[in-house]
């Protein structure tokens, strides 16, 4: 075995050093990382469960080197996995093991702002935030905002479908994009979309969005602004019961408003939050909502009145509305930092994106804390309540041996309990790797082999981030005879949808 | 008579049937967007009577029906609860449904404010080239698992499947609408909607047509009076009917024999070639008549950085849309080839085949 692995090292050192030696020929020498001490902060992106250390990192400079990479790679067969800014959660940028680790980080310029189209025309390493910082000036922001908007690129949130707490009013990246241009894998250059609000012929852009780096590698990315608006409030509801906070959602909804963000808490991650930020979180409380609600003066003003009423009504027993910008800022601040605060509680933990119909919420809950107790792992869980996008943070310690599988199993098993209820494995994390198992769960043979058919139209070779978001029939095959025992599926009371 | 039905096991046997013989088969749902797209070719393959409403709570901001549920009934049915399908889809006549609403792509006056079938598509149910009937996407408003297959229909017309079922967003009906109308050149009218624009006022359609620039906005009357204030027009009492038309091309504007384009291109672009225009969209939406070569449209709008569809009339055997880049036009072939291998769908409809 040791003779074994040694000819394995050595295979891969001369690989390396074959691969080094022709792109420092077509790369100026900083973009060719290649040295073991140097490869190692690119072996995971924000899912560390997950680590592989790539056969080498490139950090091209521009679109042209970008173009010969791949032309490169198509012509030796070798796979290429793009990567941003590696917050993913997913371990879509996961290294491939005999491949290229694509860094776009030094594609990092914002190229215009456009204030009478109301666009920006970025390079695919500009930060979320920063798209909507240097369009301030001009009145404008972008809409899309993940949590990890301080660090997270464009280029990955196209490639995820980002989405963030203002989705439900504002829509997902892909709502807020007119137009990409990417590499195809011979090196083409192709842009998507236009500077209309849609282009002729079938919509790629849309196909694109969301494909986990799959399909094409982004360069450019032309993004949709939206005028600040005048005025934003959050309210702060605490409730005594998590249905109660799940019900008002509903409410407010069927009364025509629909807030700019809404999310609700449940008391483990608003306790967590509450010892990370001081935000004034209300610590008894089972649940809390926070609903924003955004426009001119006036609507702000009617619509909270509104909103207020209605969560008096629903039950909360305490109701706040922040009274200035500071504040309204103090309130999301917890919320925004819910995974690093669950992150003190715990030595490790595990993020799920299930999305769910609203209406399940209460029984997904419920269910979701009768498997705590049965695999004896604490969940948090916060909820983008609008758009019944769900988020369990498992808690484990990853230095008790076994507790990992048990916290992946517990995840698995949530993430198999929302597609029983009509709802899908991931709402805006993507696939990647981790939750690859469960697509097997959510998508028969038949739909599986389109996917992978369309992939094959855009990469025959299957060289663009190999083996992530798609599991081969096989695969699933494994999956189906670990998971049905005796014929029984799991949730056999759920009706399936 | 209950003309809710689930008839996709017949659909399915003929497209099955006609995948073997190669029948050719041009899909219809009301028949009212025959005048669009490429010539129609291929044996007319009825999908009206696949109808009904399949699921539809006004919670969850969701409805699902069948592709050959008129839209007339849908609206009805969301209107009972305040809801609306925020695309605003033209009617271009009462038989429309909502499957070849999402086929076509097509918005109304509320598209870049509210979105387009594309960005409120969640799901569908597909029936392909094969018989296979696949689902794609889901019922939810987030859902990133596999590549979305779901948005790519809209505007595919009907050239990669069948849509059996779609699931879309919706929104609630604005409370109050109000129409504005300023008498403004071009310059002008331009000048008007950006300044709203970028003053975040709540705008659901623009139209200037004629020195007349209709600006529809979702607030109450003492909020319009205090933009009334600042940026002056007229309130214009009825305006639905107004909108209506705009949204169904009942304007004589459209009424015509001669070639009228549809040119999609930045909203602050300018658009200098002689002819007839109507503007809407806050400017992102042109429709042109005016007598010059396709070619010369076309590059004019392309170098704004749009793209320019010949909507109505005209030969419908040319290039109708935009041509493509080589690169694109091969992707469209292969995607084609993944979902209709038998090429029987709608053949030629967006390009050549």
């Known amino acids: ?497 | 008579m209950d003309s809710n039905q689930d008839i996709s096991k017949v659909l399915q046997a003929a497209v099955v049937q006609a995948a073997e013989s190669g029948q050719q088969l041009c899909l219809r749902g009301g028949n009212s967007k025959g005048f669009y797209g490429r010539e129609l070719t291929g044996e007319p393959f009825d999908l009206s009577k696949h109808q009904g409403i399949v699921n539809y709570e006004p919670t969850e901001l969701v409805v699902t029906a069948r592709g050959g549920t008129p839209l007339s009934e849908i609206e009805a049915v969301l209107a009972a609860q305040h809801q609306m399908l925020p695309f605003e889809p033209p009617h271009f006549s009462d038989q429309s449904t909502i499957g070849g609403a999402i086929a076509s792509g097509l918005s109304g006056p509320r598209r870049p404010w509210f979105g387009a079938p594309r960005d409120l598509l969640l799901g569908i149910k597909l029936l392909d080239g094969r018989g296979q009937i696949l689902n794609f996407g889901g019922q939810v408003m987030k859902n990133v698992a596999g590549y979305d297959l779901s948005r790519p229909m809209a505007g595919a017309l009907g050239t990669l499947g069948i849509l059996l079922e779609v699931s879309i967003k919706v929104l609630p009906l604005p409370p109050q609408e109000t129409t504005l109308l300023f008498e403004a050149d071009t310059e002008n009218a331009h000048a008007i909607t950006q300044s709203l624009r970028l003053d975040a006022a709540p705008i659901s359609g623009s139209c200037h047509m004629d020195r007349q620039l209709h600006i529809r906005l979702e607030c109450d009357e003492t909020r319009v009076l205090l933009l009334r204030n600042r940026f002056g027009g007229e309130m214009v009492e009825d305006a639905d009917m107004f909108w209506r038309a705009l949204r169904d091309q009942q304007f004589a504007f459209f009424q015509t024999d001669a070639p009228l384009w549809r040119l999609s291109m930045p909203p602050a672009a300018d658009f200098h070639l002689p002819g007839k225009q109507l503007t809407e969209w806050g400017g992102a939406l042109r429709w042109f008549k005016g007598d010059h070569p396709m070619e010369t449209i076309r590059s004019a709008v392309s170098t704004t950085g749009g793209h320019a569809t010949l909507f109505r009339n005209g030969d419908r055997s040319g290039e109708i849309f935009h041509p493509l880049n080589p690169t694109i036009a091969l992707l469209h072939r292969r995607l084609k080839q993944v979902f209709d291998p038998k090429f029987i769908f709608n053949p030629g409809r967006l390009y050549p085949e």
């Open chain 1, 1 to 497: 075995m040791q003779g074994q692995s040694d000819n394995n090292s050595l295979r891969r050192q001369r690989q390396r050093r074959t691969l080094a030696d022709a792109f420092l020929k077509m790369l100026p020498t900083e973009a060719v990382i290649f040295r073991d001490e140097e490869l190692v902060p690119y072996e995971c992106d924000g899912l560390s469960a997950y680590r592989q250390v790539p056969l080498i990192v490139l950090l091209p400079y521009d679109t042209s080197q970008v173009q010969a990479i791949l032309r490169y790679c198509h012509t030796n067969k070798i796979p290429v996995v793009a990567r941003g800014a590696g917050t993913g959660l997913s371990g879509g940028a996961l290294p491939h093991e005999d491949g290229v680790l694509l860094s776009l980080a030094r594609l990092n310029k914002i190229l215009e702002v456009d204030q009478p189209n109301m666009c920006a025309r970025v390079q695919p390493g500009v930060r979320n935030l920063a798209i909507s910082d240097a369009a301030r000036s001009h009145g404008l922001y972008y809409a899309p905002d993940p949590s990890s908007q301080i660090a997270c690129s464009i280029g990955g949130n196209v490639a995820e479908n980002a989405g963030g707490v203002h989705c439900l009013k504002y829509g997902l990246t892909v709502n807020n994009l007119l137009e990409v241009t990417l590499i195809t894998i011979d090196g083409d250059r192709i842009t998507l979309g236009g500077g209309g609000l849609d282009s002729p012929g079938l919509d790629l852009l849309a196909l694109m969005t969301g494909s986990e780096g799959m399909l094409g590698v982004v360069v450019e990315v032309l993004v949709k602004l939206l005028p600040i608006p005048t005025k934003a409030q959050v309210i702060l509801a605490a409730f005594d019961e998590v249905e109660a906070a799940g019900n008002a959602v509903a409410v407010i909804i069927a009364n025509g408003i629909i807030p700019a963000g809404l999310e609700l808490m449940d008391n483990l991650s608003l306790r967590a939050a509450e010892a990370f930020i001081h935000a004034g979180y209300p610590v008894e409380a089972a649940a809390i909502l926070l609903c924003e609600l955004d426009g001119s003066e006036d609507e702000v003003t009617v619509s909270v009145a509104s909103v207020c009423a209605i969560l008096k009504q629903s039950g909360a027993s305490e109701v706040r509305i922040s009274r200035d910008e500071a504040e309204r800022q103090l309130f999301w601040a917890g919320r925004k930092a819910a995974f690093p605060a669950v992150g003190r509680i715990s030595p490790d933990y595990y993020c799920m994106d299930g999305t769910i119909p609203r209406k399940q919420l209460a029984m997904v809950l419920k269910k979701i804390a009768e498997m705590s107790e049965r695999y004896d792992l604490r969940c948090a869980n916060v909820f983008h309540a609008g758009d019944g996008n769900l988020h369990p943070l498992i808690l484990y310690d990853a230095n008790i041996p076994g507790e990992l599988e048990k916290a992946e199993r517990f995840g698995g098993e949530i993430l198999e309990l929302c597609v029983a209820v009509g709802g899908t494995i991931t709402g805006e994390h993507g696939v990647g790797l981790e939750k690859i198992d469960q697509m097997c769960a959510q998508f028969p043979d038949a739909e599986l082999e389109i996917f992978h058919a369309v992939k094959a139209a855009f990469d025959p070779d299957n060289l663009l981030n190999p083996g992530k978001a798609i599991p081969t029939l096989s695969r699933c095959a494994e999956f189906g005879a670990m998971h049905v025992h005796a014929g029984q599926l799991r949730f056999p009371e759920l009706e399936r949808f």
